[in-house]
């Protein structure tokens, strides 16, 4: 090979070895920047949610369900709501339910909450696809963090021990949005 081509392939090497390193570092500064934004984008307070399955047989008045929320940051005030989950033949509009909210100092707090899955002319709310359905209520709003400690839902349907079609039950806690 003469000394002049030789000169030109090396020239082409050392030059293709910048692109390559070039091209390294700027994807190395992009991959950077898209971490810094999604984190600077990331809620301050993440939720929470825990679920309980139902038996297929359905859900019985006297079978309660138990949750223990958890909290991020504990200077901060959270939503609680509840979650059901449905298939398309669950037989009814509404489904009542008692919760029980327990502070840290084993007081009952007890309210009655009425949880509409359908509208008045049987379309189904929340999300769902397919055949099942999912719905959350917010039942208490603005609760300091570590405030309830435990959570008992009781089925609680006038005429109705067992409740089928139900798939799962669960808390969701969420933090306050920010005014």
């Not at 030059?15 to 971490?35: D, P, Q, Y």
């Not at 989950?85 to 029980?100: G, K, M, V, W």
């Amino acid at each position: 090979m003469t000394d002049v081509k030789k000169r030109s392939k090396e020239a082409t090497t050392i030059s293709s070895n910048k692109v390559r390193s070039g091209s390294a570092a700027w994807l190395c500064l992009l991959f950077t920047s898209i971490i810094v934004c999604l984190g600077a984008c990331s809620p301050k307070h993440s939720s929470y949610s825990e679920f309980s399955d139902v038996p297929r047989m359905g859900w019985t008045h006297n079978s309660p369900l138990y949750f223990t929320p958890q909290y991020g940051d504990s200077a901060a005030y959270y939503d609680i709501s509840v979650a059901i989950r449905h298939d398309q033949d669950y037989a009814y509009r509404n489904l009542s339910i008692t919760a029980d909210f327990i502070d840290e100092s084993h007081k009952l707090k007890r309210r009655i909450i009425n949880v509409e899955l359908a509208d008045k002319y049987g379309t189904w709310k929340g999300s769902g696809f397919g055949a099942l359905y999912q719905f959350k209520q917010v039942v208490l709003e603005q609760v300091p963090a570590h405030s309830v400690k435990r959570i008992v839902l009781w089925q609680t349907m006038s005429d109705r021990d067992t409740v089928g079609n139900i798939t799962d039950v669960g808390i969701i806690v969420s933090p306050c949005e920010e005014n």
